[in-house]
């Protein structure tokens, strides 16, 4: 293909790619048509993960960018865009450091055109697939990270009104012939990823973009606006919009009191929020799905509690039967959470006799509560009662139920939450029946390193003392444990996660652990997270001596960090 590109017959390429496709399909149905394409396929991490192999399918993703190549000579885009959307090809974006595209550097015309169409062309791919486009969003939206979400949005904003629009909305469409329909549900996850952002400004600016299309509101993107003020603390702001939304005659669902309840009870306005409730149960409440009455009713529940109205509380679970609705397992952990932190064993007691006589079994956060409680109140013995507790309900303590909630406690951070983890581990290790493995170790101190609550100190206290049951029992740190470690330090804003992690690194080559391409991928990509550019150009020069010649993902971060370009550019 490489062959025909240089000598300018892009059809020749068109005619190896559509052959390549047809063996591919051909061997999908030998196998029984496994469907190749995942959700991590279309989702580049701001930070890479510690198992996944930074250059996936290499040689089926450069064939496609040959035949977008090859199009792209022809300045056929939508032919492009028609190949890009439909591929199962495992890809991800490819970026102007990409060595494949440094191939084609003696068209530099075709270079500068691709540099142009592929950002486009990775955007139509996920508009296509707009569940995939939400899930990325919200990874994003998990780590804060508004650039990437700012800058896809002005790649979309860009598809819709640029110098040569691909994208339109349904009010375009008659008008607009070959662009992909922009689904209603991409601006709703537009809307969520920059509110949890806390981004109130550009979240407006997309409002006010998507009003200029000529889209109205529908009642999803107001649920999501109410929500996102809720999780801003915007009381009023979320009141403005509940009122907003029903002079428009968009008529409220059971989400949408959820929604405007949680924001009243959260905002300390918990009079207005009970009026809302009972407007809710005499109006939307005959037409609501059980599953959406019972999440109304266990967001007032979680109110009640936060504002201590436990009376409150307990009449509003005693008159959930007469209204055809059981208690489920939320409404029983939002209860145990509340008497968990108050330390009041007999109440959670009583909880978990209700539990028991509506025949509802506890999950990873229910004894999880249930043991932070028992520790509030002093119960040193609680590891022992909750695994009594798990075997009453049927549940089988293992490795993984251990590992779990060992892991929940810790996420957690706080001193009480680290010790009940400490305790859980040590029962743990008690079992002659359980063995903890280098998983459960090695997420204690993950956690411990991503940790920003407690003194360096603590930390360090803690983390000999792993390292040291993981000594007695014989189990080894490997090169997976190294990986999730190193990542883990990294995403440590503090100093002392630079050091410990180049700890690890120094650790790996002490003992002589052959050091992967992946590695690499994840120390060079956190330094070049945290902007550490001088270490990150030591690092480099080091993989260099070890003989290794980056290629595909690990090459673009060597030119990101040879031209101080942040990680957080998202790969679309």
Known sequence: MEYYLRRNHPDKVIQLYDKFIASIEKKKSARGSEDRESSSDLIPPAMPSATTS????????????????AHAIKD??????????????????????????????????????????IPRLHLASLVSRPQMLHKLLKRYANEQAV??????????????????????????????????????MIWTSFLSALMKCQRRDLAASLWDDMISFGIRPGLSMWTTLIDGFDNNR??????????????QNVHPDGLAYRAIISALFN????ALAMRTFDEFQSTAMKTSPTDCTLSVYNTVLHGLLLTNQIDEANNLLQSMPQTGLKPDLISYNTLLAYH??????????NVINDMSAANIIGDIFTFSTILSGMLKAGREDAPKLILKLMRKQGIEPNVATYSAIINHHMKRGDEISVRAAFLMLQQMEADPQIHPNDVTYTSVLANLYRNTWLSSEQVEEWRKDIVQRMERRGVKFNLPTYHI????????????????????????????????NTTWYILLAGL????????????????????LQPSGSLSELVGKIKKRTRILDPEV
């Not at 905002?267 to 918990?270: A, F, P, T």
């Not at 070049?528 to 003989?547: C, F, K, P, S």
């Open 54 to 69: 930074p250059s996936p399918h290499s040689g089926e993703a450069s064939t496609l960018l040959a035949v977008i190549a």
């Open 76 to 117: 056929d885009f939508e032919a492009a865009m028609n190949i890009y959307t439909s591929t199962s090809i495992r890809t991800k974006s490819f970026s102007q450091n990409d060595e494949r595209l440094t191939r084609l550097k003696y068209n530099p015309k075709l270079v500068q055109r691709l540099t142009v169409w």
């Open 147 to 184: 650039q990437p979400i700012e800058k896809l949005y002005q790649c979309l904003k860009d598809g819709l009104t640029g110098r040569a629009p691909f994208l339109t909305t349904k009010s375009q469409k008659p008008n607009t012939p070959n662009r992909l329909v922009l689904p209603a």
């Open 234 to 247: 915007a009381v009023d702001e979320a009141l403005a919009a509940w009122k907003m939304m029903r002079g």
């Open 267 to 270: 905002g300390n306005k918990s």
């Open 340 to 349: 968990s932190r108050r330390g009041d064993l007999k109440e959670l007691a």
């Open 485 to 516: 470690l190193i990542k883990a330090c990294l995403t440590n804003t503090e100093s002392e996660g630079l050091k410990n992690a180049l700890w690890y690194y120094h650790d790996m080559r002490k003992r002589k652990i052959p050091m992967a």
């Open 528 to 547: 070049l997270h945290r902007e550490e550019w001088n270490i990150a150009d030591e690092m480099v020069n080091q993989m260099y001596t070890t003989g």
